[in-house]
């Protein structure tokens, strides 16, 4: 079973920032929080990951909360290219190395 | 690098064929997923290898399906025999062995069993 908690779907206005949230409240110490994205027929992208500190690069942030129970993904600008499907998982090292998607939220970017 | 790559890009045969999916995961990584996606069960693991060797195959359903790695740069997915109910998506991934590594995922292969 995944470990993480998403909405069902989101959408957002074209432009504006897309705050998707995810709930990771057993989460472990040496585990570390990824997000992907799925755009139709396509397979899975990797967008960002983080441990405990807030992360940036070309595509999103993360933010991840103090106690690491919970995160969001931010798109600060999204287009309409934007929308899709994103995982958010829990990935660490030993057993709980194997990485298990749930059911994501899917994203409808609107103009 | 290409990244994942992944043949053919779509399989169409009939109930009883063997099915062979094909998977060159990116030069360097040691992990080697491979996934299955429905609309009914969403994105399913199958089984993983590390360094070549099958580590779980759990999520493989039934005897039918076997995966082998004879390399760190090929694997291959068999179905034999298929049956409609293994109409799916199929992924491949890579990744390097930690859990600070991304995984890397091909473009999958669309099976379709009549």
């Known amino acids: 079973d995944a470990k993480t908690t998403q909405p069902t779907s989101m959408d957002c206005a074209e432009g504006r920032a897309a705050n998707l949230p995810c709930n990771h409240s057993?989460?472990?110490?040496?585990?570390?929080v990824y997000w992907y994205r799925q755009i139709h027929s396509q397979g899975p992208q990797y967008i960002i990951h983080?441990?405990?500190n807030n992360e940036t690069n070309e595509m999103a942030s993360l933010i991840i909360t103090e106690d690491r129970k919970s995160s969001t993904l931010i798109l600060p600008h999204a287009t309409l290219r934007d929308t899709a499907v994103y995982y958010c998982?829990?990935?660490?090292?030993?057993?709980?190395?194997?990485?298990?998607f749930g059911r994501g939220t899917s994203l409808i970017v609107h103009p | 690098d290409a990244g994942v790559i992944q043949s053919p890009r779509h399989e169409v045969t009939e109930m009883g064929q063997e099915v062979t999916l094909r998977c060159k995961p990116i030069s360097g990584h040691d992990y080697l997923f491979w996934y299955r996606q429905t609309m009914m069960r969403g994105l399913e693991l199958l089984i993983y290898f590390n360094n070549n060797v099958p580590i779980d195959d759990s999520g493989m359903p039934e005897d039918r399906f076997s995966a082998k790695m004879p390399n760190a740069s090929f694997s291959t997915l068999k179905i034999q025999p298929s049956e409609p109910r293994d109409s799916a998506v199929y992924f491949c991934?890579?990744?390097?062995?930690?859990?600070?590594?991304?995984?890397?995922f091909g473009n999958g292969t669309r099976l379709t069993v009549t």
């Open positions: 991934a890579s990744s390097l062995g930690s859990g600070n590594s991304p995984l890397h």
């Open positions: 983080g441990l405990k």
């Open positions: 057993t989460i472990s110490g040496n585990e570390y």
């Open positions: 998982i829990v990935r660490g090292s030993g057993g709980s190395y194997i990485p298990t």
